[in-house]
């Protein structure tokens, strides 16, 4: 039977954590972020991660993380890091929902934030804007083809993007 978990994927800085912190003021259900998991078990920064051990190390922490979200947990809403969508278990951990943003958008979200700088300095796949925009429009695609709904979030109220949310999860 499938999962009563929520999946949040979409590209970095497009606000995943946000919506699920709001998800928990509206409703009261918890969530978790498979990144900060990953920094909890081992104890290191993400961009540390990458430095130390490179890419491929992260991902499979990533494919770790997901096996055990599968056979461990339920009615919660998880948030994910932007590469955590190609899991191959990822429909059987719950229903997966896509945060769109355009790349606009998205650099304008984390620019206006009050720690813009350090939310850009976390994340080693956006150091190179150019690498990054293309990374973002291979991405878009296959984001919404694992996607069980795209929800548009581009200058959008916390409260609209919660109740579309659910919306569309309850149909
Ligand atoms: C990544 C996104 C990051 C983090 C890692 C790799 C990606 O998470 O998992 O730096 O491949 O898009 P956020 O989406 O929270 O930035």
């Known amino acids: 039977m499938k999962k009563n978990n929520i999946i949040l994927i979409g590209f970095m800085g497009v606000g995943k954590g946000t919506v699920a912190r709001a998800i928990f003021k509206q409703t009261g259900r918890f969530s978790v972020d498979t990144d900060d998991i990953i920094e909890s078990i081992t104890k290191k920064r993400i961009k540390d991660i990458f430095a130390d051990h490179g890419e491929p190390y992260f991902r499979d922490l990533e494919k770790q993380c997901a096996l055990w979200l599968e056979k461990s947990i339920d009615n919660t ?62 991405r878009v695609k296959e984001y919404e083809s694992v996607a069980d709904f795209v929800v548009n979030v581009e200058d959008r109220a916390e409260v609209d993007i919660v109740k579309e949310i659910f919306e569309k999860i309850e149909g």
Do not use: C, M, W
Not at 78 to 96: A, P
Not at 110 to 131: G, T
């Open 77 to 138: 809403i998880i948030s994910t890091g932007g590469g955590f969508y190609r899991q191959e278990n990822l429909k059987d951990i719950g229903t997966v929902i896509y945060l769109e943003n355009s790349f606009e958008g998205i650099l304008r979200r984390i620019h206006n934030s009050p720690n813009a700088e350090k939310k850009l300095k976390k994340r080693p796949l956006l150091q190179n804007l150019e690498e990054a925009k293309k990374l973002y429009d291979v």
